[in-house]
């Protein structure tokens, strides 16, 4: 496992846009630590951002249909801004622009109770997930990075001290 260094040089954007769905009073924390988990455990140094957005499944759903053609919602939509570890940088804060992260509360709150674990394990999980897509992973149709991304979610969950 990688020795992480806790380095904090990324700015997380967080918009809540469900109002009527209760999430954890530390969500918000909960999504800054995971993002910095995964920058960190990738050795990730330079400054980035990242948009979060938190969302039901009507619009998870329209932008699931949108962007990848799939009518249904989903847990989470990664947006990477980058294409093998070249990323656009701000002019106005010389980070890099990793992309955006978009997560159902509704979704997170069903599979938290699916799979028995806590609503923190599950939307860092998310962000975890969708940070290593930020980051160039891509699990679909290639099992040998799905088995390496899932390891190393794993491996970053347990060092939040989320591990299942």
């Known amino acids: 496992m990688k020795e992480m260094k806790n ?38 140094c330079d400054k980035a951002e990242v948009n979060v957005t938190i969302v039901d499944d009507n619009e998870i759903k329209e932008l699931n249909s949108a962007f990848r053609g799939i ?49 923190d394990r599950e939307i860092a999980f998310l962000t975890v997930h969708s940070m290593l897509h930020l980051l160039g992973y891509d699990h679909v149709n290639n099992e040998a990075e799905e088995k390496e991304m899932f390891k190393k979610q794993e491996e970053i969950l347990i060092k939040m001290g989320l591990g299942v």
């Open 7 to 44: 380095i904090m040089n990324a700015k997380i954007s967080i918009k809540n846009k469900v109002k009527d769905i209760e999430l954890p009073k530390n969500y918000r924390i909960l999504i800054r630590k995971a993002c910095n988990a995964a920058l960190d455990y990738e050795g990730f």
């Open 71 to 119: 009518d249904k919602s989903t847990d989470v939509l990664s947006f990477p801004l980058g294409e093998n570890g070249e990323y656009d940088t701000n002019p106005e804060t010389d980070a890099l622009m990793l992309g955006d992260i978009v997560i159902s509360a509704e979704h997170a709150l069903k599979q938290a109770e699916e799979y028995g674990h806590s609503i």
